[in-house]
């Protein structure tokens, strides 16, 4: 299924759904307050429910909604730095262990909505990744298990602040709505082997980027693995799994994100995620 978290254009109160073939069903009206949005239906373990759900008469045609992160409200985003070799090239980056950063809940920001370059740099950089939603409670969990603790999949546009990273990522990664996350989740019984899709990013229809997730370096069972030794994970937390190669700051020249630039982030079996840079 897909499943995603938007505001009713109806009441413009935050709400959920699924969508299929373009209409958009409001769960949150069908099951109640019991479940006022997608973490706490994750956390109540009912996404393999949802798919016995009577889908009959949608609520919205998809282009009527306006899109929310799609976990608007996660405790933890642990991002992932490094983890294909083309970018460790560019980078030069040699450190044998995953490299980790953490992202902020108000630096997300939806699909179709504005991605906010800092006006005090010119140095607004792109990276499309998958996002990893987890399902439920994990804790020191074996990387032979670590996949049936994932409630879905996502994509992920990583805006990174060149001029303020360094070897502390955070300062880069943190400013407002930098960090595009949508446009919706694909449950995990649909895409049985992340290591099997591909990602493109593009900006202005220019492709940027294209790997497949079947080069990362650290895989995103090992990579559940070695986080939950450390943090246990809760129901809706996010790992944001990487980026290629071919980022702006290591291109000839340089490539920057600005102003009325679109940025897109295509992952197979999931969907596209757009979004336009806005100046502020």
Request: include cysteine; hydrophobic fraction near 35%.
């Amino acid at each position: 299924m897909k499943l995603l978290s938007f505001l009713s254009p109806l009441t413009h109160e935050k709400t959920w759904g699924c969508v299929k073939n373009d209409n958009v069903y409001d769960l949150k009206k069908q099951l109640g307050d019991n479940y006022p949005d997608l973490k706490s239906a994750i956390s109540n373990n009912i996404l393999s429910e949802l798919k016995q759900l009577k889908l009959e008469h949608p609520d919205y045609a998809l282009n009527e909604i306006h899109f929310l992160p799609v976990i608007d409200n996660p405790n933890k985003i642990i991002c992932v730095g490094m983890n294909y070799p083309e970018k460790r090239k560019e980078f030069e980056q040699s450190t044998n262990a995953p490299t980790l950063f953490i992202r902020f809940p108000d630096s997300l920001v939806a699909h179709n909505e504005f991605m906010h370059k800092p006006n005090s740099t010119n140095e607004f950089d792109y990276e499309g990744e998958l996002a990893v939603i987890i399902g439920k409670t994990t804790s020191n969990v074996s990387k032979e298990n670590a996949l049936e603790h994932v409630a879905g999949y996502s994509c992920f546009m990583d805006g990174s602040v060149r001029d303020m990273q360094y070897t502390w990522f955070t300062s880069g990664k943190n400013w407002p709505k930098t960090g595009g996350f949508g446009p919706w989740l694909v449950t995990s019984d649909e895409i049985t082997d992340p290591q099997k899709l591909h990602i493109t990013t593009s900006l202005n229809g220019l492709q940027v980027q294209s790997e497949s997730t079947g080069n990362m370096i650290y895989s995103i069972s090992y990579l559940i693995e070695y986080i939950s030794r450390f943090s246990k994970l809760e129901a809706g937390d996010v790992i944001i799994t990487g980026s290629p190669g071919g980022v702006g700051k290591k291109r000839t020249p340089p490539l920057f994100m600005k102003e009325g630039d679109i940025i897109e982030v295509e992952i197979s079996q999931i969907g596209k995620l757009k979004n336009k840079i806005l100046d502020c």
